[in-house]
């Protein structure tokens, strides 16, 4: 993480210089270590790299304000932004802490015989449950967080369906929801980035920012991805000389483009939002 602050500091500090060439190239470097996370089979490596994710993507939208970006390098930022597989790390993570935590359960001490007789059962209902449990996390990977929520999948409300005595996997099942929705923030961010060196790419090649990412779409050839809480193209506003991209975030509305009050209010209020204002 420190890596990436200190390149995305000099990426800002470029941009104020005017020398977009090496702020692009520090974006891109600071980018790469986060590729570097995406078949690590541990939890924490998967909230490292989205972590590193969102300070390289939010100094991004910094050196934006600063300078505008030809082309050529509003293609390579955006083909860098591609390569970072926020949800494949995110996969990765959950197989590898599913091993682990049957690993866990095996080497549990079973307690006296007289004990034992009451401990294997839970123990074991645990343990089939979490399988069962994880597995299921792994196959919804492709829903939207909109699906998730209509389905009752999303945050805390799934660890409320689960049999009161698998007690390890009613713990854990709320982090790996808190998971992904880190890395579906991250996901959006990284798209609405994305979103962004089209609309630099199209004002360089035209003359001024498109009506609308479709335009753009249309005449520079790059695929946005879409968001990943509703599922749909990110929202566009043009405003003034510059444009508002955003996701509607967890809260699953359309807050018009306004941001939270604070970061820990993004599930309750406010759209993951991206501004280039001049």
């Known amino acids: 993480r420190q890596l990436a602050r200190v390149l995305s500091s000099r990426a800002i500090v470029f941009a104020r210089q005017g020398n977009t060439e090496q702020a692009t190239r520090c974006i891109n470097l600071a980018l790469g270590p986060t590729r570097l996370l995406d078949s690590q089979p541990m939890l924490i490596s998967a909230l490292v790299g989205i972590a590193m994710n969102n300070i390289v ?142 609309c630099e790419a199209y004002r360089d090649q035209v003359g001024g920012y498109p009506a609308s990412l479709s335009e753009a779409e249309s005449k520079i050839g790059w695929k946005i991805p879409k968001d990943p809480f509703s599922g749909e193209p990110l929202k566009y506003q043009r405003k003034g000389d510059g444009y508002v991209i955003y996701s509607i975030g967890p809260n699953l509305k359309d807050d018009g483009g306004r941001q939270p009050k604070s970061s820990k209010d993004i599930s309750k209020e406010g759209d993951i939002v991206w501004r280039v204002l001049r």
């Open 57 to 198: 993507v939010r100094s991004l939208e910094d050196v934006l304000q600063e300078r505008l970006f030809g082309d050529q390098e509003a293609e390579s930022v955006y083909r860098a932004l591609g390569r970072v597989n926020l949800r494949g790390m995110y996969v990765s993570a959950l197989k590898g802490e599913r091993a682990f935590g049957l690993s866990v359960r095996e080497s549990a001490p079973q307690g006296a015989p007289i004990a034992g007789l009451i401990w294997r059962p839970i123990h074991y209902l645990d343990g089939t449950v979490y399988l069962q449990q994880m597995q299921k996390t792994i196959d919804r990977i492709g829903l939207s967080y909109k699906q998730l929520a209509d389905s009752g999948f999303a945050g805390d409300s799934e660890a409320e369906t689960l049999p009161r005595l698998a007690y390890m996997t009613q713990i854990m099942v709320p982090v790996f929801s808190e998971a992904r929705l880190s890395m579906e923030a991250a996901s959006a961010e990284n798209a609405a980035g994305q979103a962004s060196m089209l």
